[in-house]
Every structure is written in C-alpha cells, then in structure tokens.
C-alpha cells in the first residue's frame, strides 16, 4: 500500500504543504549532530528524513501512532494536532529544509522501535537497560563521579572509560 504522506496537506510557499502529522505518520525532531548519530547507529535502511537547515533540526517520519511512549532526551514527537512544512520530494539540497533521504514507495517510515534504539545507541544509553540499572546519580560517591570507581557498581577502575552522554538538566545518561 503505498503511503501519501501529503494527505490533507495544504498549499504553502515555494511548493511547501502545511501537511498534518499523526494521520499517515508521526514524526521524530531531533537536533542535527544527534540525527547524523542516530543515522550512523541505525540498524538497516531509514525512512524518509527532513533536514531543516536554518534550525539545525532533521526529522525522522514514522508509522503513525508508534510515538505515544517515546521517552529519550533531546527529542521532540509530532503527532495528532501537530503540523510539518514538508518540501516537494525531489529538493534535495538547500536553501531551507529539505530531504536528506526522500520519501520512497516502500521506503517512507523508519521503524520507530528501530529508530528509538539508534537514538539510545547516538546518546550513549544502553538500548533496553531497565531505568531500575541506571546509576541513582544522587547517591555517587565521589570516587564514582571522578570516574574512579564504576557508577554502577562502584568497582575501581583501572583505566578510563566512557560511562554515557551528559545533558544538561537531565545529567548522566549511561
């Protein structure tokens, strides 16, 4: 079955459409460098990708609905209520947004439990680790957080090693 991504979309600029999401797919925002990870650790081919250069934004297009538990740092979900300037499907190049992977028949979504690992893998999270074996950063000791010792079992480390990604304001994903 092939997928019209442009379905209910309405005429905009230069050939844009103001296209509703959440009716044929969602959409996955990500922050550009952290998109080029998640593209490097993805298993298998991707979906289609915006690439909205003027807000250093690229956005991954997922089967519809797949996004109601999405729970990662750093990453925004479009779904019902939200809307997308998609470009025509051949601009390719800039200026303004456009395909970095165009839409393809058989090729739209990425699988968003596929994309969702990626993005683990891109942040430095241990894809499937239940949050109960994540480190309770409030009660490191200083020896695990000067990397001395493992935040997790607080082991001695002979030699350093990288424990996850820090974000502001959510602190160590390992």
């Known amino acids: 079955m092939a997928v019209d991504i442009w379905s209910g979309a309405l ?9 509703p999401v959440g009716r044929t ?10 998109a ?11 979906g289609a990708v915006l690439r909205s250069p003027h807000s250093h934004r690229m956005y991954f297009l997922v089967p519809p609905h797949t996004t109601k ?11 019902d209520g939200d809307h997308l300037a998609l470009p025509p499907a051949d601009r390719r ?15 739209v979504y990425t699988p968003t439990e596929r994309l969702h690992t990626a993005v683990e893998a891109a942040l430095g999270i241990r894809p499937g680790r239940p949050a109960e074996e994540r480190p309770d950063l409030t009660r490191l000791s200083t020896a695990q957080m000067m990397g001395f010792n493992c935040a997790l079992c607080d ?20």
């Not at 797919?25 to 952290?34: F, I």
């Not at 998640?38 to 298993?43: D, F, P, Q, S």
């Open 11 to 19: 005429p905009g600029f230069a050939g844009f459409l103001l296209t």
């Open 25 to 34: 797919w969602d959409a996955v925002r990500l922050p550009e460098q952290l």
């Open 36 to 46: 080029l990870d998640t593209l490097n650790a993805i298993a298998g081919p991707a």
């Open 69 to 79: 538990t999405w729970d990662l740092p750093c990453c925004t979900v479009l779904s």
């Open 93 to 107: 190049r800039p200026p303004g947004p456009h395909w970095l992977i165009p839409p393809r028949l058989g090729r």
């Open 155 to 174: 082991a001695s480390l002979t030699r350093q090693r990288k424990l996850g990604a820090f974000c502001t304001g959510t602190g160590l994903l390992v």
